[in-house]
């Protein structure tokens, strides 16, 4: 009797993870009609049998940094577009890591390809508890409005940040402010406005170093700049690797 009670317990712990993974699949490729087909593969491939214990929306979650920026194209994108895109990035990343106060990181967008991040602190563009734009940071942007400028099949998106110090409600306006002077300088200084997809205020959701700490709290108070490729640089860049 024990025997067969064991053999009832396998058979049903066996058939529920199989259960759970068919179910993750099918909610990945057909739930979510944005997502590119690189990314579908990746959650399949790289995460289905975390999901058993874990639940679909933990998984998704792990995607999330990435999918916040992208262009919608809803098709994979080859490696030789991928790398023709890769080395205009790159250009882009060494023109802006070359402005003082501008840190530079490469990251991923949604469709797996190179985008970058530059990050401006906060307390070299604006003073404290204020959202207008130092004399000083104009240099900066300036020369960051060219980068931009010289490549306008580049989308960009920009999110402020604050440290913890104050209310909630205080900070939320303050870094969507800070966002919004920059997003206007850049555009002031001839950026399209088409290239801005997103201007956003995160307040202090989103910590970098240890709100605990003054070096931490610096590094909070933040405007990062999103740039990642556009549904047109990636037809072009199709079309540039046929």
């Known amino acids: 009797m024990n025997s067969f009670t064991n053999f009832l317990k396998t058979f049903f712990m066996k058939t529920t993870k199989f259960i759970a993974i068919a179910l993750a699949a099918t909610f990945i490729m057909t739930g979510c009609s944005t997502m590119s087909k690189s990314l579908k593969g990746g959650l399949i491939g790289g995460g289905a049998g975390a999901l058993v214990g874990a639940g679909v929306g933990a998984l998704i979650g792990k995607s999330a940094t990435s999918a916040a920026i992208g262009a919608g194209i809803g098709t994979a994108v080859g490696a030789t577009t991928g790398a023709i895109i890769g080395k205009k990035m790159d250009k882009a990343a060494a023109a802006a890591a070359a402005i003082e106060g501008a840190k530079v990181d490469s990251i991923r967008d949604a469709n797996n390809l190179k985008a970058l991040k530059v990050t401006f602190d906060s307390g070299i563009l604006f003073q404290t508890g204020k ?112």
């Open 131 to 242: 959202s207008t734009l130092n004399v000083a940071s104009k240099d900066a942007l300036n020369k960051f409005s060219k980068i931009l400028k010289e490549n306008p099949t580049m989308d960009i998106a920009i999110m402020g940040h604050t440290d913890s110090t104050g209310k909630l409600e205080t900070n939320q306006r303050l870094s969507k402010e800070r966002a919004l002077s920059v997003a206007d300088y850049l555009a002031s200084q001839s950026v399209a406005q088409t290239q801005f997809k997103k201007v956003e205020g995160k307040d202090f959701s989103e910590p970098v170093g240890d709100n605990a700490t003054a070096a931490g709290r610096a590094a909070n108070r933040r405007v990062e700049v999103y740039m990642y490729a556009s549904e047109k640089m990636i037809t072009d860049a199709e079309a540039a690797a046929k």
